[in-house]
Nanobody, 125 residues
């Protein structure tokens, strides 16, 4: 049974940092990508970042480039999203998801097969 669990969200002041973790289990392939998405109230879900089977394949939406980084620890089945210089507009529910058998990154929501339950990130003073 495939599962993805997010952790590390919370409330942070503008300019602060958070590190989100996505721990997965039950994957049936060593080839997979992990994507991070976010959804703010009244807005569509958008792709924030992605890391491919080989960590050389990554993606960042323009609004987070230079502020967010993504990494993976295969021994721990965990992907990390390090978020620095956070802004109020980063406030959203963040989800991780996987497109199994895919090796290269993409941000197409409909192609991701399995999703975590989501975690709230609030950037506010």
């Amino acid at each position: 049974q495939v599962q993805l669990v997010e952790s590390g969200g919370g409330l942070v002041q503008p300019g602060g940092s958070l590190r989100l973790s996505c721990t997965h289990s039950g994957f049936t392939s060593n080839n997979y990508i992990i994507g991070w998405f976010r959804q703010a109230p009244g807005k569509e879900r958008e792709g924030v970042s992605c890391i491919g089977t080989w960590a050389s394949s990554t993606y960042f939406v323009d609004s987070v480039k230079g502020r967010f980084t993504i990494s993976r620890d295969n021994a721990k089945n965990t992907v990390y999203l390090q978020m620095n210089s956070l802004k109020p507009e980063d406030t959203a529910v963040y989800y991780c998801a996987t497109d199994l058998y895919q090796t290269g990154c993409h941000s197409r929501v409909s192609r991701y097969d399995y999703w975590g339950q989501g975690i709230q990130v609030t950037v506010s003073s």
